[in-house]
């Protein structure tokens, strides 16, 4: 099984600032990787997939890069709805897709 | 507008069954492999079942393998998971998610671009 571990844990920012967070994968999964924003109480939102490709309907401040183990997903300029949990999640070994344990970004 | 809409979820003693439904709408049903995805109380995403848009192919997680089967009716455009044989490590908020289909996505298997709001199940005495 690929594990993905996601770093920091935790990311403290202000509004305006930008976020890079980072996802390594255990073993290299291509550019088979997603990322995902969960808000506390909902259901996560797709954001990127295939490392890089924006899903419909996310903002351009939203982007994903990497390749083979280590990926990053970096918010250009944090609005205030960006505060919320972010997951990677692999489909290299599909159909067992793993999800990393996500990062936190809160408010600073 | 994709809706995904669970329901089903409830408390159940470890070793009982129950049944998770969603209702789909907004898009064409049979077009797209769909999935079910855990959360349990505070922790992340687990991936637990997927069955393709037509047809009966699925798979599942190996922590379900033998207790979960998942189905769906295309002309209801309703998806299910079967729990039987549950435990406590079975307790979190289920989630149906549907399969992303895109340019560069040869099948919509591989990562969930709508999401139902979730519904919660608790395995406890």
């Known amino acids: 099984e690929i594990v993905l571990t996601q770093f920091p844990a935790t990311l403290s920012l202000s509004p305006g600032e930008r976020a890079t967070l980072s996802c390594r994968a255990s073993?290299?999964?291509?550019?088979?990787l997603a990322w995902y924003q969960q808000k506390p109480g909902q259901a996560p939102r797709l954001l990127i997939y295939d490392a890089s490709y924006r899903a419909t309907g996310i903002p351009a401040r939203f982007s994903g890069g990497g390749s083979g183990t280590d990926f990053t997903l970096t918010i250009s300029n944090l609005e205030p709805e960006d505060f919320a949990v972010y997951y990677c999640q692999q489909r290299s070994t599909w159909p067992r897709v793993t999800f990393g344990p996500g990062t936190k970004v809160d408010i600073k | 507008e994709v809706q995904l809409l669970e329901s089903g979820g409830g408390l159940v003693q470890p070793g009982g069954s129950l049944g998770l439904s969603c209702a789909a709408s907004?898009?064409?049903?049979?077009?797209?492999?769909m999935s079910w995805v855990r959360q349990a109380p505070g922790k992340g995403l687990e991936w637990v079942s997927a069955?393709?848009?037509?047809?009966?192919?699925?798979h599942f997680a190996d922590s379900v393998r033998g207790r979960f089967t998942i189905s769906r009716d295309n002309s209801n455009n309703t998806l299910y998971l079967q729990m039987s044989n549950l435990r406590a490590d079975d307790t979190a908020v289920y989630y149906c998610?549907?399969?992303?289909?895109?340019?560069?996505?040869?099948?919509?298997?591989?990562?969930?671009?709508?999401w139902g709001q979730g519904t919660l199940v608790t395995v406890s005495s």
């Open positions: 907004g898009f064409t049903f049979s077009d797209y492999a």
């Open positions: 998610a549907k399969g992303l289909l895109a340019p560069t996505v040869s099948s919509s298997w591989y990562y969930f671009d709508s």
């Open positions: 069955i393709r848009g037509r047809g009966s192919g699925s």
């Open positions: 073993q290299s999964v291509g550019i088979y």
